[in-house]
């Protein structure tokens, strides 16, 4: 028992020995660490802030005329005795022969930062503006006329709410211009809205707001149309032209109101033809070997049961050597023998297949528990299928690559 307990002694000593030393070590490098500190230098003078450029020449101070808000560019004291080169356009670049720069000491704040600083050159706003709108400037040729709208839907009431805003550039027969706009909601082509007329301007501004009741399950099958008109001295009526807008692409909510513009489009004048007429456009792009149809519109169909339950679509084929290759088909619509689809199909097609290739476009009539019926169809491709509108549509399709050529076609019951 002696023996451990001398034992134990001893270990304990040399445990405390070890711990006093590592606590003396300690102390000693933390004394010697307060020890290396050197004594901080007198912080700078402030200096007036209004005299910050007071001791620079004129030169460098003094914006150019065309500069007059330009906002200056500061170099602070702390990049002062750098070499710098001076250039033709009151700017100032530093050499690149000191890659270090020592920093300098005392307290730092945006304050003293600028204390004798300097300027080096401008920065000038206009470079950082949102880009402008340019709806109202860039005007392609043979425009007639740009409308402005905005259109919002409320749910509970069911109601449509469309805010016809304004009208520029306007191409009236006369020098004068007294516009006027009736807007319709399609297919309800008896009835309209119509706003003030506004005296003798081209670019008139209306503001006004007009209400139609729709139920929203009916919304997405109209249309709106809105006619521009011009009044001459004699109280007539002449169409400067219209604009349709389809609602069913739209996201239409009560949190949603979308301000939209649109070209004026000259109305086709001619009467429809036997079976009625179709409007659509033609592209192809050379370099993706991609043949673009948008099936506009189309007016006059001879529908064999006018009823809110007849619908009316348009199926688009792709022919080769009178061989199917692949159909598309729009949306439905009911009740109306004036339908607008504005829906865009592509098709693949090589640069080398355009001459014996060809498309169909086809109006059918459907009815619930009913066959379907076909109510017109056109034909457009080379001179190996078609003739007169249909072959100068096709020819003018592929002289003009990657642009949309849009016209009317009559529709027959031929193939």
Known sequence: EQAVAVAGGIIGGILLFVLLGITAYLLWKKFCRLCSYEKLTNPVKTTNANAIFQDQPNSEIQLKSTRSRSVPFIIPPTLHGRDWIHLTNEEQVQEDRDPYMTPQSGPRSSFHSLAGAYVVGTINPDLYKFPEDKSETDFPDGNIGRLWFSIEYEQESERLLVSLIKVRKLQPPADSCSPFVKIYLLPDERSYLQSKTKR??????????????????????????????????????HLLGQVIFPLKNEALTEDNKLVIWRDLEKENLEPPSEHGDIQFSLSYNDYLGRLTVVVLRARGLKLQEESPAVGVYVKVSLMNHNKFIKSKKTATLLGTPNPVYNETFSFKAEQTELDTASLSLSVLQSIKGEKTLLLGRVVVGPFMYTRGKELEHWNEMISKPKELVKRWHALCHST
């Open 200 to 237: 003798k301007t081209l670019n008139p501004q209306f503001d006004e707001n007009f209400v139609f009741q729709v139920s929203s399950k009916m919304l997405l099958q109209r249309t709106l149309k809105f006619l521009v008109y011009h009044v001459d001295k004699q109280k007539k009526h």
